[in-house]
Every structure is written in C-alpha cells, then in structure tokens.
C-alpha cells in the first residue's frame, strides 16, 4: 500500500514537470537590460560619407591652376559641401531693382581675396548704378564649401568693397577658380553648393527662381519706355562640356567640334530673352571671350561649334544694339566684328585682373580695336541717350582712377 502511494506521487509529478520542460526548451531566455549610457541614448548611427575629390594643381603662374578632370580629384575635408550658418554679413536678402535704367555701369573679374584690395575705392569713385562680376571673384580653388563661403564673405566685408555696396546693385556669375577648380566645367562635382555659395554671396531672395534652376545664368530689364537696358548674364560653367588638351602642350586646349558649353536648356532660354527683347541695348556677359579667338586660353573659340551658334543666334534675333562683356585673360581688350545680319558692328570688351595681370606684353587678336592693355584694371560703361539711340563710352579703368583707354560707340 506504502508502495502503491510511492509510485502515484511519483507519477503525478511527471505528469506536471514534463510539460512544463517542454514549454521552457521552447522559450529563448530574456537576455538582462543593457547598461544605458548617455552615449547610447543620444549618438545617432554615423554613415559613411561620400569620399568626393579635390583637385591637384598642375602648373605655375598667375594664379594657381589644376586639372579639371573628376578622376585627378581626391578626397576631401569632412566639412565639404556642409552649409554654413549666414548671418548677417554673408547674406542680406536683396531683389534688384530694375525700375531705373543705370547710366553708370562698372564689371570686371580676376579679383584674388588674399591679395590688396586697392581697386574699389577707384571704382566707386566713378558712381556706378550696377556692378557685374564675370567670375575669379575671389580665386577659392577649394573643393570646401565652408571655405568659399568664408572667402565669398571675406571680400563681401571688405571695408572699400562695401563702398561700392552701398552705391552699386551687383549682379554676375562666377568662372572656375570660385566655380570650383581651374578648367573645370560640368562634371565638377559641388557645382550646385558652388552655385549657392554665389547666390549667398549676391544677396539673391531665398524665394528667386534662379536659385531654384540649375545654373547661374540670369537676366533683367532696367528702365521704361524706349531707354530700356537689359543685362544678360551667361553661365559657361555649369554646363560645359570638357577641354580638349592640346597634346604638344597640356596646359593649352584644342577645339573641342562637339563639346557643349551652355547645355541645351540655357540655349532656349537665351533664344527666349533674345527673341523676347524690348530694349534699345543689351548687354551680354560670359566669363569668357567670344570674339577673340587666336589665344589658345579658355574662350567660346574651344568650342567652334557654339561659337557659331551664338553668333548666328544674335544675327537671327536681331536685338538692338548688343554689346558683349567679358572676363577671365588678366588683361583688358575691346575686339570689333563686322557680323552679317546686323546693322551696327558687334563689340566684346574685356575687362580682367583686379589684382593681377598676365605675363608677355603681346597677344593676337585680329579683331581689337584699340590697345591691349596689361595693367591691374576694371571695365567701365557710361551710357546716355539720344532719344531711343544709345551712346555707349566703353572705358578702361585702373589704379588711381586712371583712364587707360576709351572707346565710344554712337549706335
């Protein structure tokens, strides 16, 4: 009987504990809370970041220059293409006022920032209504974003510069060495906080569709009635197609008969403001020369094939008195064409080299009239009216205030 009691006890506890056996083989045990730091509770994961290129400098001279192939470019600092908090020196909100028509217009280009900034007291001297940068505004040459911004408001809080500031409306574009690095067109891989370091720097409106499209290209209309000028500004950068190197000498270009420098949206909408013209004188601005094409340096001529495109362009459109402004050689020319459709000559005045100039004291150019002028300078145009026709003094500036050469066009 004691037997019997045994063995059902027994029994009945291996009637309880199998089960509960199995349900424990089949539950994962609850590993104990991790030990919470204030490292864990406020790190976020870090992601890796893009290793983007910088540039490597190819040569010696006027400033400096580098290879604008993406492939010569290396890594750069962490803070590349991060955006840097504006205040209110680097950046006040400012739209362009167009109602008045200016009779004083200066531009130049070629301006290095850590070099003397003696000219801006000479150009404000002359009263200008509007200033037109054509790029080399500041000579970055940097890939860091935080850095062109820093540079950008370096000459923006120059004490002369803000001279001008306070007279002038400034409007432009930039060219490689504050586009990016020398050379260096569409495949440049920060062109678009490259564009917005610009647009901060001009004071463009937050709200303005030219910060919304690609490129910096731009235009307005100043005035009323039949004294309207309207300022073209082109953007030879953020579209362009590569240089072909030159092989006996890599630091010149050949022409490139295929190669694009405008890209085919800014074309249209450049035939658009052409077409679209009520001015009685317009003003076309590119970083680069157009006319002059015997210089093997960077110009429209290194693409022929645009070059043509944008002549037959004016001469089908027909704008009234067209003037194109241009940049970049360290040096300042006006070049005269005869151009077939138009009824008054085409002329392209360069005015470069706000802190530097050039080597060599001579250069072909068939189409200059006028001298070739390699001195530190600044273009200059003092407009007036008779009646609807435009009389345009084309000036060229310098140290002092000195005039250096003066060419004046009765259209």
Known sequence: MKQMRIFTTLLVILLFAVPNFAQQSKTKPTPPPAKVTPETTTAKPKTA????????????????????KTSALKEVPESMGEAEVLDADAYQSHA??????PTIIGFGSCNKVDRPQTMWNDVAANNPNLWIWLGDIIYADTTDMKALAAMYKRLKTNP????????AQIVGVYDDHDFGVNDCGKDYPMKKPAKKCLMDFLDVPMNSPLRKREGAYQSYTFGKGVQRIKIIVLDTRYFRDNLTPDPANPHRSIPNTTGDLLGEVQW???????KNNTANLTLLCTSIQVLSDQHHLEKWGNFPNCRKRLLSLIANTKPKNLMILSGD???????????????YPLYDFTSSGMTHIRSGTSEDNKLRVGDLVIKKNFGLLKIRWEGERPIVAMQVRGQMNELYQEIVVKY
């Open 49 to 68: 970041k893009p290793k983007l290129p910088t540039v490597e400098q190819e040569k010696s001279g006027v400033g400096p220059t580098v290879k604008a």
């Open 96 to 101: 362009i006022d167009t109602l008045t028509a």
């Open 268 to 274: 249209k909408w450049l035939e658009k403001e052409l």
């Open 329 to 343: 050689r360290h040096m300042a020319e006006i070049s005269k064409m005869e151009l077939q459709g138009l009824n």
């Open 160 to 167: 002369s510069y803000k001279k001008l500031r306070a007279k």
